[in-house]
Nanobody, 128 residues
């Protein structure tokens, strides 16, 4: 069993930055694919970034490419999402998720069904 907990959310003005953290506990031995997702009311949850802890290779969807950076600190069992140049449309509940095999291929999308473990989320609000 793997438990995930997000932190670092908050309210910022457009153009600002936030760094989200995803801390893992429980049975975290081995390598995982860790993804960041976001969801607003009435919308489907969408993946924005992922990283494979075994090699550190990051992937991003086009809407956040160049603005968001995913990184890891395996010694701390933590994955980060650095969000720069935030826009009002980035406002959402942000979730991290993990799965042993979700990083096996890259299609340009990060799908919710690929991930087994989920955190409870942290709110990000970007005002204009």
């Amino acid at each position: 069993q793997v438990q995930l907990m997000e932190s670092g959310g908050g309210s910022v003005q457009a153009g600002g930055s936030l760094r989200l953290s995803c801390a893992a506990s429980g049975y975290t031995y081995g390598s995982y694919c860790v993804g960041w997702f976001r969801q607003t009311p009435g919308k489907e949850r969408e993946g924005v970034a992922r990283i494979y802890t075994g090699n550190g290779i990051p992937r991003y969807v086009d809407s956040v490419k160049g603005r968001f950076t995913i990184s890891q600190d395996n010694a701390r069992n933590t994955v980060y999402l650095q969000m720069n140049g935030l826009k009002p449309e980035d406002t959402a509940m942000y979730y991290c998720a993990a799965d042993p095999s979700a990083c096996s291929s890259w299609t340009g999308r990060i799908e919710t069904f690929q991930f087994k473990y989920w955190g409870p989320g942290t709110q990000v609000t970007v005002s204009s």
